[in-house]
């Protein structure tokens, strides 16, 4: 069986909604790391869904990691519709960051809830493992499955990963600034010989100019990484809700034609090792 990436989820901010959204894809931020022995999914976007729906599907189904990076809603909005979670034939370890507010924990508890939502994380099987850490901190997922973390800028506070072994190697910033631009030296040595990098790639050249803090890179800002890691593919990612499929491509045309290792995250396309 072969290791692969799969987006289920590639769009910030809200689920969008139309055609105009079709290709780029229409679901919150989810991603899938399948490998023979383990599922990792990255953030619970409202694609963890599918992927759920996909998961409770097969008749085996690995243990599953989920990483979340940070707490803000359109990462977390698909856990409650997640079904492995809620059944005992799954194994589910989920990894909270503590972040700026503290325990993850709390945070997710405080998600599980009313009036956010009717029922308590009581409810979820007893399968289900909770892990916080510190951003910074590194640890094994199993076996020879390795995880870095590093704490990224965005309000709030969010987690940079990257997971490993002798035959995968992904890094994962979805949500992430740079408030002073620069060489954006700590973020390129953290996913310096990494197979992919996913990376935020939110704003246009004139959005960025009036969304400084608001904790995304703009499409130049990636071309400035892919610069430094030529050997990498980074994939482009957190399309902005507002932008149909036309401005995605329309703002991300200059960089993509500058860089060959640039491309475009699109809901359902995998990505193999």
């Known amino acids: ?127 289900v493992q909770f892990r916080e850490f510190n951003p910074g901190e590194n640890f094994p997922l199993g076996e020879d499955l390795q995880c870095r973390t590093m704490l990224l800028e965005h309000p709030g506070g969010n987690t940079g990963y990257r997971v490993y072994n002798h035959s995968v190697d992904v890094t994962v910033m979805t949500d992430v600034e740079n408030i002073h631009p620069g060489p954006f030296a700590e973020l390129v040595q953290f996913a310096k010989g990494t197979r992919y990098l996913i990376l935020d790639s939110s704003y246009s050249s004139e959005q960025i100019k009036t969304k400084r803090g608001w904790g995304h890179l703009s499409v130049d800002d990636v071309g400035q990484i892919a610069s430094q890691l030529p050997a990498t593919t980074i994939l482009m990612i957190h399309h902005d809700v507002m932008k149909p499929d036309a401005q995605v491509k329309s703002d991300a045309a200059r960089v993509l034609g500058t860089y060959p290792n640039l491309v475009l995250c699109r809901e359902t396309e995998s990505y193999y090792f």
């Not at 072969?2 to 910030?12: H, T, V």
């Not at 990894?95 to 405080?110: A, F, H, I, M, T």
């Open 1 to 127: 069986m072969d290791s692969y990436l799969k987006i289920w989820g590639s769009r910030g901010g809200v689920p969008a909604s139309g055609p105009e959204f079709n290709e780029m894809g229409h679901a919150t931020i989810c991603i899938e790391l399948s490998l023979p022995s383990r599922t990792v999914i990255f953030d619970a976007g409202s694609g963890i869904a599918p992927l759920g729906e996909h998961i409770v599907s097969k008749e085996q189904s690995p243990p599953i990691t989920l990483l979340i990076g940070h707490y803000h809603v359109d990462h977390l909005m698909g856990l409650p519709f997640f079904r492995p979670i809620y059944s005992d034939e799954f194994q589910t370890t989920c990894y909270l960051p503590n972040l700026v507010e503290g325990s993850g924990w709390k945070s997710l508890d405080r998600f599980f809830s009313p009036p956010l939502f009717p029922v308590s994380l009581d409810v979820l099987s007893s399968t």
